[in-house]
């Protein structure tokens, strides 16, 4: 007897999707200090393995997460779905670097034209002579050549009322 509803399952399939978004928030900030060539396929990679799903029952159209499915079928040897859910988690890698390969070749260009452009505008600046107020003896001329600047009056009443 199947005890779990159409809207049992989409609660169950929404706090899975909210804790893996937990878990996928925390792998970007331990990957954080990485070499960015190396951080972002590790995200890839993460991403795949938590967000995954995998068909479990064919006939009710019922799916679970790739990973879990895998892990449970190794640890207990209950159910034979253990094929079909590391063939749907290489499927989904492949997609997901594949689609990430061409996220890098369409922004490589980019960057180097974005470096080429920032090294032109600094060699431009530096064969001018740089910053006119690095050229002065004494720092800048500002509002405080003279001495400390006055600072502002307090907000007073403008009225000047006797002694009594």
Known sequence: MDTMTE?????????????ALGCLLVWC??????????????????????????????????????????ALDLAFKVG???????????????????????FVLIRWPIERASKARLAKIAAAEKSQGGDPEDDQPFGSAGDDRYGRRVPPRAAAPSRVEPRL
């Open 29 to 70: 900030r331990l990957t954080r200090f990485m070499w960015r060539w190396l951080r972002e396929p590790l995200r890839v990679l993460m991403a795949v393995l938590l967000f995954s799903p995998t068909i479990i029952d064919p006939v009710k159209e019922k799916f679970a997460p790739a990973m879990a499915i895998t």
């Open 7 to 19: 809207n049992d399952y989409l609660i169950a399939w929404g706090l899975y999707a909210f804790a």
């Open 80 to 102: 034979n779905n253990a094929w079909r859910a590391v063939s749907d988690l290489l499927m989904y890698t492949l997609f997901a670097f594949v689609l990430y390969a061409v």
